[in-house]
């Protein structure tokens, strides 16, 4: 034990050490993640976005306040970006639009409604103003809106005036504007705070529903207004923020546990960030949410360990190269971020812990990611490579892939990947899909090829799950709008996919139909029907040579198996599936704390009939108190491959001050006991640093019953 320790001290922390003793000559505080660039000149207003420092800004996007209601919001995307100066706080919008001719705009007076036309809105609440919001708007024409807007977002005022500029231009793929808004119109001191929370959103009149019952719906709902993002317009400052922490885990009947750990993030430039960990603390980590599965395949999990959390989105692709969730605890680890000329990358190596439950020694993580993406046309290309390195066998994958926005309506993506591992020969992958949207019509015809081994390479290191298919999947979808009425539109939805083994057996047709009513009271209805067939190598039924002995019978129906000294044999069965379900839904959206959702799915699944009810409801007990629940239930006639379960999930969300927050989590899921507790008490202390108290019981890994016991962490951390 002693020599292994020894052994990871030399070759895996002190290198990451040397990452902080580099950087100790600059020592620094600071925000580090902030989404607006400083710049040395002004910009000039003129809505081209010409000037190549935007091209540097990363995309500030976040800041939107996405609308509910609209329909495919990808034919109408958005791309913001920030810059500021000792004088002002630039917005540039790329409002890109697959119908640019019918954008709607017209000359409209200075501070008249520009919520009919085509228009960009900017509200921040800032301690200039204590009882409202600033707001600033324009639109297609160039038209102008300023004023204030109540706290509740109910009423607006157009006579308060700021001092901004704006200039709007038509281009090829929609529109796109430039506004300067003066920091003194909305900060007191320039000089001494340059800190204020926003929001952002777009307005696509043909494509929204334009409701009156406030101040600015439905640029902003109240329920959004408090809920706006921090924008720091802080010069990001080159050096080092280190964050160490010391933990103490406390459970009944075990050795009382000391941990401890640093994070640090260095900043290169203002476009490139480095961030290091050691010892990170992913066991008070929020456990994975609890989900019925109802095919044999693995689920994807969403990634909750702040480390991962923190690099960019580049990784995801149509296939999955890197999949976070693949990486267990580990001993610490590097990343590099960074932008430069429209480039974006992202390169990371982690070492893991050794892995009791896989029964894995340590490995290494690498990764490397980087992207070109297109300003004009938001078209991208980009490479991937991800490594696992074990008991000196590299496995992992390398590939390439593309998003090619061709025409204003024509798109077509493709990627190929390579998977190997040391002394085997590789596998490939790849696909290619053209696809062609209207405002009201989407169809595509893609198609896929992975190799029968693919998935045994990438799965170390990236999240295929299934291998071994030829791959035809299309669909057809038509929208009917209406312009009066309850009815806002129809949407009719479709998919078709087969495919075939690599040796030509036919595995897999699915055919899935429905349609989708939205109304003008936040009602969504929807109800879908899918038939496939599935010939599928995944589920065993045991033949049994029983003799008596000791032992037990585990399982139950017909994979009932008797487990002891006796003897079994255990034969792969091969078979067939027709299955079929129908699902209504119906969904309530007025805010993102005002909804509910209420779903029953029932039909034959790999030979069960089943019933499957779904609830659930987000709501804001008091200004400061969230809730949400969650309730999964799954009842069916046999349990040859599924059980019946029940799952409950329940968050609980309170800011009991200022700077005290405590979270509530508790689940459930009958089919294999598991009862899960945690609660989270985190204190800010303010500038830096926190205190947390989390309490545990029951967490486990998704799908198990956990076994731990009343588990107490108390966590002390302080920025450097």
């Known amino acids: 034990m002693k020599s292994e320790r020894i052994y990871y001290l030399k070759k895996i922390i002190l290198p990451l050490l040397y990452f902080i003793f580099l950087s100790l000559p600059v020592i620094a505080q600071g925000e580090l ?53 000792n004088e002002f706080v630039y917005f540039g919008f790329l409002c890109y639009d697959d119908e640019p001719e019918k954008i709607e705009a017209e000359a409209i007076n200075i501070d008249m409604d520009l919520r009919d036309t085509d228009s960009i809105y900017i509200v921040i609440d800032t301690p200039k103003e204590v009882n409202n919001f600033l707001y600033f708007a324009t639109n297609y024409l160039g038209a102008k809106s300023d004023g204030l807007l109540s706290r509740d977002g109910e009423t607006a005022n157009y006579r308060w005036d700021g001092s901004w500029k704006s200039f709007s231009q038509k281009t090829d793929f929609g529109w796109s504007s430039e506004v300067a808004i003066e920091l003194d119109s909305i900060l007191d001191d320039p000089l001494e705070s340059k800190t204020f929370e926003l929001g952002l959103s777009r307005l696509v009149p043909r494509l929204d529903s334009i409701f009156r019952s406030g101040g600015l719906d439905p640029a902003f709902r109240s329920e959004q207004l408090e809920q706006l993002k921090v924008l720091n317009l802080v010069e990001p400052k080159l050096g080092v923020n280190v964050t160490p922490y010391a933990m103490t885990k406390l459970e009944s009947g075990e050795k009382t546990e000391p941990l401890a750990g640093i994070d640090a993030h260095y900043r290169f430039s203002p476009q490139m960030l480095g961030r290091l960990t050691i010892y990170p603390d992913f066991a008070t980590v929020e456990p994975d949410i609890e989900q019925i599965n109802l095919t044999p395949f693995e689920l994807y999990l969403p990634e909750k360990r702040d480390f991962f959390l923190e690099g960019p989105e580049i990784y995801k692709q149509r296939a999955d190269l890197f999949y976070s969730k693949r990486i267990g605890d580990i001993y610490g680890g590097v990343e590099l971020d960074g932008n430069f000329g429209g480039y974006e990358f992202s390169g990371m190596s982690v070492q893991s812990k050794k892995d009791d439950y896989l029964d894995e020694d340590s490995a290494n993580f690498s990764l490397f990611s980087l992207k070109r993406r297109s300003m004009a046309d938001s078209s991208e290309i980009g490479f991937t490579a991800a490594n696992k390195l074990i008991n000196k066998r590299n496995i992992g994958t390398t590939g390439v892939y593309a998003d090619l926005h061709v025409t204003d309506k024509f798109r077509l993506e493709g990627q190929f990947a390579l998977g190997y591992e040391d002394n085997r020969k590789g596998n490939i992958a790849f696909f290619l899909g053209p696809s062609y949207d209207t405002r009201t019509f989407h169809v595509h015809l893609h198609y896929k090829q992975i190799d029968d081994n693919f998935g045994d390479r990438v799965n170390h290191v990236g999240f295929i799950p299934d291998d071994n298919r030829r791959e035809l999947d299309s669909a057809i979808n038509k929208t009917f709008p209406f312009k009066g009425g309850i009815l806002e539109r129809i949407r009719y939805v479709s998919n078709y996919n087969v495919y075939w083994g690599m040796d030509g057996t036919l595995r897999s047709w699915q055919i899935d139909q429905g349609f989708i009513v939205n109304t003008r009271m936040d009602f969504i209805l929807s109800v879908t029907h899918t038939q496939e067939y599935k010939y599928n190598e995944f589920f065993l039924e045991p033949e049994i040579i029983f003799i008596p002995g000791e032992g037990e019978w585990r399982g139950a129906g017909t994979r009932r198996i008797w487990v002891g000294e006796s003897g079994m044999r255990t034969e792969k069965y091969i078979r067939d599936f027709r299955n079929y379900r129908i699902r209504f839904q119906s969904q309530y959206y007025a805010g993102e704390w005002k909804s509910f959702g209420l779903s029953i799915s029932s039909g034959k699944n790999y030979g069960s009939s089943f019933i499957m009810l779904e609830v659930s409801k987000k709501f804001k007990i008091s200004k400061n108190f969230f ?79 956990g076994t731990q016991d009343h588990t107490l962490f108390f966590k002390f951390s302080h920025a450097f």
């Open 33 to 85: 993640e902030n989404l607006a660039i400083k710049i040395d000149r002004s910009i000039k207003i003129d809505g081209l976005l010409t000037e190549s420092i935007w091209n540097n800004a990363p995309d500030a996007s976040a800041f939107l306040q996405l609308q509910s209601d609209r329909t495919d919001p990808h034919k109408v995307r958005t791309t913001v970006k920030i810059l500021f100066d």
């Open 627 to 705: 809730s949400e629940y969650y309730l999964q239930l799954l009842e069916h006639d046999t349990e040859v491959f599924f059980n019946n379960s029940t799952i409950h999930v329940i968050r609980l969300t309170s800011y009991l001050a200022k700077n005290l927050l405590l979270k509530f989590l508790y689940q459930s899921k009958s089919d294999i006991k598991k009862v899960n507790l945690s609660v989270v008490c985190l204190y800010n202390l303010q500038p830096f640093g926190s205190i947390q108290l989390v309490y545990q019981k029951g967490t486990a890994r998704f799908g198990e019953k």
